[in-house]
T-cell receptor, first 113, second 113 residues
């Protein structure tokens, strides 16, 4: 998993509660990403970061916020979770030759009741 | 119409067979093409990364890009039960960090011993 850990790995929560997912990397990579994966939609980018405190939106960013106060941690927050945010969330980093390949973490399975 | 189309399968083949997995796309600006393998309840794992047209071989895997037809393929020779997984194609216009990857929905492959 390219030195990427995600926590928690599983979470069940109720509609309207805040939820924070954590992505941690150990190799000082500049770019980090959050995706969600849903049946019939594949992987879709939520937000990404290109450095400490530098973040930008992806294609499905509504209802999500992110923060990156340290190089190694990228947090995804659902301010008020909804059932439509039930999904599997993956963190990714850029690495490899030329730093142009994305590698994914193990994922967090989130259920919003 | 989705930018990237991928037959979801499922696809079942006997062990030792040659497997062909395919994606079509509509955005002629795509230049970087990737194939990921995803085992059940795991994160996607990068298999092949190619730039522009042509073939690339890595062991039993061959990635093929036909930009004139907007069609990419992944061939698996001498398929093994351990190849049973979901295969995702992905592509992008550039290889910059802020460039989003556009994924297919994945093809579920089962190799029958």
């Amino acid at each position: 998993d390219a030195g990427i850990t995600q926590s928690p790995r599983h979470k069940v929560t109720e509609t309207g509660t805040p939820v924070t997912l954590r992505c941690h990397q150990t190799e000082n990579h500049r770019y980090m990403y959050w995706y969600r994966q849903d049946p019939g939609h594949g992987l879709r980018l939520i937000h990404y970061s290109y450095g400490v405190k530098d973040t930008d939106k992806g294609e499905v960013s509504d209802g999500y916020s992110v923060s990156r106060s340290k190089t190694e941690d990228f947090l995804l927050t659902l301010e008020s979770a909804t059932s439509s945010q039930t999904s599997v969330y993956f963190c990714a980093i850029r690495a490899g030759r030329g730093d142009n390949e994305q590698f994914f973490g193990p994922g967090t399975r989130l259920t919003v009741l | 119409q989705k930018e990237v189309e991928q037959d979801p399968g499922p696809l079942s083949v006997p062990e030792g067979a040659i497997v062909s997995l395919n994606c079509t796309y509509s955005n002629s600006a795509f230049q970087y093409f990737m194939w990921y393998r995803q085992y059940s309840r795991k994160g996607p794992e990068l298999l092949m990364y190619t730039y522009s047209s042509g073939n690339k071989e890595d062991g039993r895997f061959t990635a093929q890009v036909d930009k004139s037809s907007k069609y990419i393929s992944l061939f698996i020779r001498d398929s093994q039960p351990s190849d049973s997984a979901t295969y995702l194609c992905a592509m992008s216009v550039t290889n910059f960090g802020n460039e989003k990857l556009t994924f297919g929905t994945g093809t579920r492959l089962t190799i029958i011993p």
